[in-house]
């Protein structure tokens, strides 16, 4: 089993970015391999059943921020302008553990 895990941190005040609806797809088949909300401290950790027979099988890991940055109550000039964030991948090893942090602000993020 694979181990998908992340952790979202708001840029713009410093604080966790908890509570994100969060889903990972497998864009070959198109089956939605989860669909999950992030906890209040904005990790992520889902485990996975992929077969060793495809590595070069891609992933889409989307995050929907959009309420998340609605809810912060932002300035209505220079609100938000992102509303997911996409992060496209594969699995080379089926029983490895997958970390993606993300560091978000209402216009943009980083990944590492």
């Not at 070959?28 to 990790?43: H, N, P």
């Not at 938000?80 to 993606?100: E, K, N, T, V, W």
Request: aromatic share 8%.
């Amino acid at each position: 089993m694979a181990l998908i895990t992340s952790h979202t941190l708001n840029s713009s005040n410093g604080t966790h970015a908890g509570c994100l609806p969060v889903m990972l797809t497998n864009l070959f088949t198109g089956k939605i391999l989860f669909q999950t909300v992030m906890d209040e401290a904005g990790r992520l950790s889902e485990t996975i059943e992929v077969t060793a027979s495809d590595p070069e099988t891609v992933y889409e890991l989307c995050f929907t921020t959009g309420p998340y940055w609605d809810a912060q109550n932002l300035p209505a000039a220079g609100g938000r302008i992102s509303d997911q964030i996409i992060l496209r991948f594969c699995i080379s090893d089926p029983g490895a553990r997958y970390h993606m942090p993300i560091i978000l602000s209402p216009h943009g993020h980083s990944v590492w």
